[in-house]
């Protein structure tokens, strides 16, 4: 049986100088074990739901595979104190993989945990592809809105993000996690395990945007994300030299853009 994303537990109350019992729905956070081929690659914190949707994300986000077709079997498997997510991959994969064992703990923000080097931790990015996609700043506003209308989890905790790959019109994916990063990597997974293009799609993030989540959407292949609160310098330079169009603090029907506007459609103005 699955393990619910939200559990409820006691809490008391203050308001207006009185306490009152009762009750509140909180997110679960439970340690996620990836395993490849028998052997551990990292325990990350996650909100035990969408695992398989993470597993393969994380697998390609990090770069252990290449493909979603070189993992040979995915089994989310309950352990004791947490959840295994068990990969076997394909022989090619396997032997390429093999010495980059991380064995990290990756806690609920972590993002480039367990790193060996600086350089590894601020390669180069693929360049996205660029396609004709745009979009007007209306329509990005509201993809936000609906983004955050679809968080079933968060409207009943308040406490987790959401990603979403909106590929126009009403073709929204949505994915949460007390973890933002892994938000993001759940999303990488259901649109790998779907067949998915995500080159004329638009990443939205509930959460700021660090250079991790710029490096995720470059894998993804998504030319735009757009997220409620704002970018890190290094996430703006990351962007930019990725070609990804970065829009930020989009609130309400307005927002910013830091990198690449000419994916935004709107009439410019003199400041």
Known sequence: MARPAAIEVSRLKW???ELSAGRRAVPDEVPVA???????????MATPADLADFALGFSLSEGVVDHAS???SLDIIEVEGGIEARMWLKPAASVRNRGRRRAILGPTGCGLCGVDSI???????????QSASRVSGEALALAMTELQKRQAL?????AVHAAGLWLGKDE?????????HNALDK????????ALSAENGVVLLTSRVSVELIQKTA???????????????????????????????????????FTRPERIIGEARAP
């Open 15 to 17: 308001s207006s100088g």
């Open 34 to 44: 990836l395993t490849y081929d028998g052997t551990s690659y990292a325990v990350m």
């Open 70 to 72: 070189e993992i040979e």
């Open 119 to 129: 350089a590894q931790a601020l390669k180069s990015l693929p360049a996205v592809e």
């Open 154 to 158: 968060n409207a009943q905790t308040r």
């Open 172 to 180: 929204l994916l949505v994915r949460e996690d007390v973890g933002r």
């Open 187 to 194: 999303i990488i997974g259901v649109a790998a395990a779907s």
């Open 219 to 257: 894998r993804l292949g998504a030319p735009i994300i757009a997220a409620v609160s704002a970018p890190t310098a290094l996430a703006v330079r990351m962007a930019e030299q990725a070609g990804i169009t970065l829009a930020a603090v989009l609130r309400g029907e307005e927002f910013e853009i």
